[in-house]
């Protein structure tokens, strides 16, 4: 699971989360005039609200987190984990809008009980606002792109390198490529004592090598157009943005790869 994963609006399904397990401990109901002796029961004690809004509501918010920090989608029953916990998430906040409304049920309905019936307790609406934030939070997070900024910074990247020059010894990118060894044959037309190797393609004039992370999981694609993507950038994660091709940003991986990200938006540069 990769916790740099996770947005900020997975901040705010794990904030509602916390609120409603503590909603969970409060009363259930509330009495007008009651004494203080009065004994009311909490959240836990009325099963169709343990199960239909504090329960389900924690389980949408494990649903909807786990999904995110877990590198590939995971499916129950033919159903991903993520749209799962967001319809449980709806489901928590419009049962507990039901309670809050109507908080005994059919109790009220018997001749002289309304008189005395008692209302919505302080766990209960605390529990309705927690689960009103946490489907709002599961829902628009997709959708708002502030959002989708990182929960956990992304550490300071090092100093990018120019394109195509060697990094320093003991320099730990891992696509780094590596001189060759002392004694290698010269090329036609090389000087003696040159390395051989490919020489690498200067970006555009106007184009700076610089580090950048990407808020979400962003696919990278081939530069050659093709359809299926070659690899998937990880939120966390510090990639090097190389030149600025025709289709995207074309960004290389940590293992070497070159691809296109064709969809930079809200990205952090480093």
């Given at each position: 699971m990769n916790i740099r994963s996770l947005t900020r609006g997975d901040g705010v399904v794990i904030g509602a989360a916390v609120l409603l397990f503590i909603a969970s401990f409060l009363d259930n109901y509330s009495y007008d005039n009651a004494p203080d002796s009065l004994d009311i029961p909490s959240l836990?004690?009325?099963?169709?609200?343990?199960?239909?809004?504090?329960?389900?509501?924690?389980?949408?918010?494990?649903?909807?987190?786990?999904?995110?920090?877990?590198?590939?989608?995971?499916?129950?029953?033919?159903?991903?984990?993520?749209p799962f916990g967001v319809a449980f998430a709806l489901f928590a906040a419009w049962s507990a809008l039901g309670n809050v409304i109507d908080p005994v049920g059919g109790l009220d309905n018997f001749e002289g009980s309304s008189s005395n019936a008692p209302s919505a307790g302080t766990g209960l609406i605390i529990a309705l606002i927690a689960t009103l934030v946490m489907a709002g939070a599961a829902v628009a997070t997709p959708l708002v792109p502030a959002l989708q900024a990182g929960l956990v910074p992304a550490p300071k990247p090092p100093t990018p390198q120019p394109y195509g020059a060697q990094p320093p010894a003991g320099y730990g990118y891992p696509g780094a490529q590596q001189p060759a060894g002392f004694g290698g044959q010269p090329q036609p037309g090389q000087p003696f004592g040159a390395q051989p190797g490919p020489a690498a393609q200067p970006p555009a004039p106007d184009f700076s090598p610089f580090w950048f992370a990407v808020p979400v999981p962003r696919p990278l694609y081939a530069e050659d157009g093709a359809p299926m993507p070659i690899a998937e950038l990880a939120p966390g994660t510090w990639y090097l943005a190389v030149e600025q091709g025709a289709q995207g940003l074309v960004a290389q991986t940590q293992d070497g790869r070159r691809g296109v990200l064709r969809d930079t938006s809200g990205i952090q540069r480093g």
């Open positions: 836990w004690s009325n099963g169709p609200v343990l199960l239909s809004v504090v329960l389900a509501g924690l389980i949408s918010a494990a649903l909807v987190v786990v999904s995110r920090a877990l590198p590939q989608p995971r499916k129950v029953a033919g159903l991903e984990l993520g």
